[in-house]
C-alpha cells in the first residue's frame, strides 16, 4: 500500500520506524495537546499493536509513515481507525515540520484514499480543546466542528473538552 500525494508519500510502518514513532510519541512540543507523556513499554505496546498488515476490516488503526518526496525523509504519521461506519483519523508530526501543510496535504491523500479504495464516506477527528493547529488542518480538509464534550480529557492534571469533528465525503 502507497498513497502518494504532490510532495508526499505514505506507506505503512514497519519495525524500522520504531525510532520514529517512539520520538512522535515522547518529544513534549509534539505530544502536549494531545496525551501524558507515556511510559516506553506503553509506546512499544500502541507501536507493536499497528505494525500487522492492515486491512478495513482488521479492526486496527492504519498507521502510515509520511516521507517528504523531495527529501526522502520522515515526517510523521497519519492514519485512521475504521470501526465499520465511521474513520476516526489522527496524525503526528515532528517539529521540524510543522507549520509546512504535511498535516493537511496527508490527511486529505488518506481521505481520498479510503473514500476511492474503500469507499468509506465518514470521517472523524477528535481534538484536545487549545490545540487550534489540529482544529486548522481538520477545517482545511473540509471537517465541521459537530460537537463539544467538556472535561473529557486530562493531560497534566487539567481537564479539557473534547471537541470532535465530521467529515461526509
Not at 509513515?65 to 508530526?93: C, H, K, M
Not at 486529505?108 to 474503500?118: E, P, S
Request: proline share 3%.
Amino acid at each position: 500500500m502507497l498513497i502518494t500525494t504532490e510532495r508526499l508519500t505514505m506507506r505503512q510502518i514497519t519495525e524500522s520506524d520504531w525510532p520514529l514513532f517512539l520520538r512522535l510519541n515522547t518529544e513534549p512540543c509534539v505530544i502536549e495537546k494531545c496525551f501524558d507523556q507515556p511510559c516506553v513499554e506503553d509506546v512499544r505496546a500502541r507501536f507493536a499493536s499497528r505494525l500487522p498488515r492492515w486491512s478495513v476490516t482488521s479492526g486496527a488503526w492504519l498507521c502510515l509513515v509520511i516521507t517528504d518526496r523531495e527529501t526522502n525523509q520522515a515526517v510523521g504519521i497519519t492514519g485512521f481507525d475504521y470501526d465499520g461506519r465511521s474513520a476516526e483519523v489522527g496524525y503526528l508530526l515532528l517539529p521540524e515540520y510543522f507549520g509546512l501543510g504535511y498535516a493537511t496535504e496527508s490527511l486529505q491523500g488518506v481521505i481520498a484514499w479510503a473514500t476511492r479504495v474503500h469507499l468509506i464516506s465518514a470521517f472523524q477527528g477528535i481534538v484536545t480543546e487549545g490545540n487550534v493547529d489540529s482544529e486548522k488542518v481538520l477545517a482545511k480538509c473540509g471537517f465541521k466542528l459537530h460537537e463539544v464534550i467538556a472535561d473529557a480529557y486530562c493531560i497534566g492534571g487539567v481537564l479539557y473538552a473534547d471537541r470532535i469533528y465530521k467529515l461526509n465525503t
